[in-house]
C-alpha cells in the first residue's frame, strides 16, 4: 500500500470502515466512517489496523456526503478513526456537506479540544464549529473503565452545540453497545467500544 506521510491539504478521504447505520456510537442512528492513519500509537489501541499512514479507500468529500445523506432513518453522521484531524482539510468539506443536509456530526480525536482551538491550521479549527459532540483526548489503557461512548476516563465529551444538550448526562454514564456487521468487503466490521476487560497481572504460555 501507498504511504501517506501528510494529508492536510488533500482533496480526497482516506477510508478504513463505513458502517451505514448504528445506535452504537452516538444518540439515535447513525452512520459511522472511520478514517486511516494516526501517529499516536496508543497501548492497547482498539484499531491498529487503523493506524497506518497508507491509503487505503480513497474518496471525494462530496460523493461521501451524497452516500450518507440518501441513507434513510439516520439522524447524523460520527467520525473517528486513526485521526480524523489528520485528514483536516477533506474532512471539513464533508462535514459542511452532510451539515447544510441536517445531519448531526460527533467526532473522536486524540487531541485535546483546547489544542484543536489553538491550530494554526484554518481547517482544523474549522472542524469545531460543524460538530455538535466531541470527544477528545488520547486513549488510556489504564483508565479504561467502561464509559460510555468513550475508550477511557480522561477522554472528555464536549456539546460544542445546543442539539443534544438533554443527552449530558452521558458525561457520568457506563455502559457500551456493539453491533458487529457484515461489511462490502465480506469482513465483520464492530461498531462500538468494547466492554472494558480488566488486564491480567500475569499471562501464561
Not at 154 to 181: P, S
Request: charge should be negative; aromatic fraction near 6%.
Amino acid at each position: 500500500m501507498t504511504p501517506i506521510l501528510d494529508r492536510q491539504e488533500s482533496r480526497t478521504l482516506n477510508i478504513a470502515a463505513f458502517v451505514p447505520s448504528t445506535t452504537a456510537l452516538g444518540p439515535g442512528k447513525r452512520t459511522v466512517v472511520w478514517l486511516q492513519g494516526c501517529t499516536r500509537s496508543c497501548p492497547g489501541c482498539m484499531v491498529p489496523e487503523f493506524q497506518p499512514l497508507v491509503a487505503r479507500e480513497e474518496i471525494l468529500p462530496e460523493s461521501l456526503a451524497l452516500l450518507v445523506c440518501s441513507i434513510e432513518g439516520i439522524e447524523g453522521v460520527t467520525v473517528s478513526g486513526g485521526e480524523p484531524f489528520l485528514q483536516a482539510a477533506a474532512l471539513r468539506r464533508f462535514l459542511d456537506s452532510v451539515r447544510r443536509e441536517g445531519l448531526s456530526v460527533m467526532a473522536y480525536t486524540g487531541d485535546l479540544l483546547e489544542d484543536l482551538a489553538a491550530s494554526p491550521s484554518d481547517d482544523t479549527r474549522g472542524l469545531i464549529g460543524l460538530i455538535d459532540i466531541l470527544v477528545d483526548g488520547p486513549y488510556r489503557q489504564d483508565l479504561d473503565g467502561g464509559e460510555m461512548w468513550r475508550g477511557s476516563s480522561n477522554q472528555g465529551i464536549h456539546f460544542l452545540t445546543d442539539r443534544y444538550a438533554t443527552w449530558e448526562w452521558v458525561r457520568d454514564a457506563k455502559g457500551r453497545e456493539t453491533e458487529i456487521m457484515l461489511g462490502e468487503n465480506g469482513k465483520y466490521i464492530t461498531a462500538g467500544i468494547p466492554a472494558h476487560r480488566p488486564a491480567r497481572s500475569g499471562s501464561r504460555k
